[in-house]
Nanobody
Framework: QVQLVESGGGLVQAGGSLRLSCSASERAFSSSTMGWFRRAPGKEPEFVATFTWTSNTYYAESVKGRFAISRDNAKNTVYLQMSNLKPEDTAVYSC??????????????????????WGQGTQVTVSS
């Protein structure tokens, strides 16, 4: 059973920074596409960023220039560095893995259904 475990969430003031981590339990996922999604209270889940198996990165417009996704394959870990946080970034952030290694357009990775494995999520709260 593959497990993804997120960490690094917390409470931060607007303008502050946090770094989320997502560790995968299996080494095979070091070559998977890894994505971050978030869900705010009362809202639909939202794509945040992805790091594809071909080393492409894509971001939601709302976080471009503020968030950065990276990965350390030796540690089976993907990171989401979040800077200049805003109250509207408050949400539960979850990482996800797509191990299929198929060539897809960017829009494919913006969809929740493209990912097979999910973590439990970590809460990020940004106070104004």
């Amino acid at each position: 059973q593959v497990q993804l475990v997120e960490s690094g969430g917390g409470l931060v003031q607007a303008g502050g920074s946090l770094r989320l981590s997502c560790s995968a339990s299996e080494r095979a996922f070091s070559s998977s596409t890894m994505g971050w999604f978030r869900r705010a209270p009362g809202k639909e889940p939202e794509f945040v960023a992805t790091f594809t198996w071909t080393s492409n990165t894509y971001y939601a417009e709302s976080v471009k220039g503020r968030f950065a996704i990276s990965r350390d394959n030796a540690k089976n870990t993907v990171y989401l560095q979040m800077s200049n946080l805003k109250p509207e970034d408050t949400a539960v952030y979850s990482c996800a893995a797509d191990p299929t290694r198929s060539f897809q357009p960017a829009s494919y990775y913006f969809r929740e259904g493209s990912y097979d494995y999910w973590g439990q999520g970590t809460q990020v709260t940004v106070s104004s």
